[in-house]
């Protein structure tokens, strides 16, 4: 199956260059490209991609206000965001927003096809030293969880527990197999239980409560 993927930045420079390396994967392509969150947004519903590339900064519509947008069509895509460090609380709102991802916009070339398959695939796609930057952002390290949240932790078994603080660290579901000694179609499992017990939308989510919370620390 050919992963279908629109490209939403507002430099054309930027726009050939990733459709350049996407095209000559061999297993995905560009089917189409956007200047503006607008344009995204109206593509998308017209050409139904499985996964978006999403800029945080662009003219007139913006990455967030587009991705809000763009999760509420037809055919929701799956959305990583591109940007840079300094944008750090932009990038952070748009994985509370729904985004699965996060790319630097210097990202090798192999590891950004990799992370398209990623997501594709139902994983999140935030590397250790991102998610852990990233996550800092978004939780602030100053808010713990909520009792609420808390509640829903002690539902979860033990190795569901170690599953997500695994995931915590930004470890795929491969990683995390190899990490405790099982199949990847188990930890899926995990993650489905993980995700349903803690009421999150995301492994991004299910994440950050557990950042949080610190149970990457443990």
Not at 45 to 66: K, S, T, Y
Not at 73 to 78: Q, S, W
Request: charged share 25%; net charge negative.
């Amino acid at each position: 199956m050919t992963i279908r993927v629109l490209i939403a930045d507002d430099s054309a420079i930027t726009r050939r260059g990733l459709t350049w390396i996407i095209d000559s994967s061999g297993d995905m392509e560009v089917c189409g490209e956007a200047a503006d969150g607008a344009q995204a947004v109206a593509l998308a519903a017209e050409l139904g991609p499985d996964v978006v590339l999403l800029d945080i900064r662009m003219p007139q519509v913006d990455g967030l206000a587009a991705l809000r947008d763009l999760l509420h069509t037809p055919r929701p895509p799956r959305v990583i965001v591109l940007a840079t460090f300094h944008e750090d609380a932009q990038v952070a709102e748009a994985l509370r927003t729904g985004a699965v991802g996060f790319l630097l916009k210097d990202t090798p070339p192999d590891d950004l096809l990799r992370a398209i398959r990623e997501v594709h695939a139902g994983n999140a796609t935030l590397g250790p030293a991102v998610a852990r930057r990233l996550l800092d952002a978004r939780a602030g390290r100053t808010t713990s969880a909520t009792p609420e949240e808390q509640r829903r932790l002690t539902t979860l078994s033990a190795r569901e527990r170690d599953v997500l603080r695994l995931l915590a660290r930004g470890l795929s579901n491969a990683d995390i197999a190899a990490e405790l000694g099982t199949t990847e179609g188990t930890v899926k499992g995990y993650v489905s239980n993980v995700l349903a017990k803690l009421d999150a939308d995301s492994r991004v989510q299910a994440a950050t409560l557990a950042y949080r919370a610190g149970l990457d620390r443990d």
